[in-house]
């Protein structure tokens, strides 16, 4: 019974394998078949008519790709030879695309109100980067400011000095500085 609750997630992982391989299973036998696209239902009539069409195009072509796979290629036969005949010529017809359909009232505002929502997400995000650069560039002045006052030789000695002091009084950072002696310092047996 130990061994069952020490080997816990080993058992449920192996549970799990096993009853995937079975709806798998399960799946491959009821066959093929091309489960029907639940429908969705639509707030604009003419959207939901267009999507009804583009589905039955799909579907017919879907159809017609079967139909072609399971008919055998025409057979050719050697036959006397066809005099050759002039084709016609064709000429294409360019047929205008209709215009689509004027959007209703509520899914232009849908559309503003998106759109809208873009902008400000967009703004936002330009503004977050905007103050994160300020405050790397604050930063880099304080840096550069501290570096100015260590650099110059009697000042750095003050700076110095003044830091030591400040660190020294606290009786955190006196235990601070005793630890890294230990730690950075030289081993307690090569000490003289």
Do not use: C
């Not at 080997?7 to 036998?29: N, P, S, V």
Request: glycine share 4%; no cysteine.
């Amino acid at each position: 019974m130990d061994w069952v609750f020490d080997h816990l997630r080993l058992i449920i992982f192996a549970a799990g394998a096993i009853a995937w391989w079975l709806k798998q299973r399960k799946d491959a036998q009821s066959g093929d078949q091309v489960k029907p696209h639940k429908e969705v239902t639509f707030e604009d009539p003419d959207l939901a008519e267009r999507t009804r069409r583009i589905r039955e195009e799909i579907q017919r072509k879907i159809e017609e790709r079967a139909r072609a796979y399971t008919q055998p290629p025409p057979k050719i036969t050697k036959s006397a030879p066809v005099p050759a005949v002039p084709l016609p010529v064709v000429r294409e017809v360019v047929r205008r695309q209709p215009e689509p359909p004027p959007l209703s009232k509520a899914a232009v505002t849908h559309l503003d109100a998106q759109r809208t929502a873009e902008i400000l997400e967009q703004q936002a995000a330009m503004a977050e980067k905007l103050r994160q650069a300020a405050e790397m560039k604050a930063a880099a002045l304080r840096r550069i400011q501290y570096e100015n006052q260590v650099s110059s030789g009697d000042q750095a000695a003050v700076v110095a000095r003044g830091a030591l002091g400040d660190d020294l009084r606290n009786p955190d950072s006196l235990r601070r500085a005793f630890i890294l002696r230990e730690i950075i310092g030289p081993p307690v047996s090569l000490r003289g």
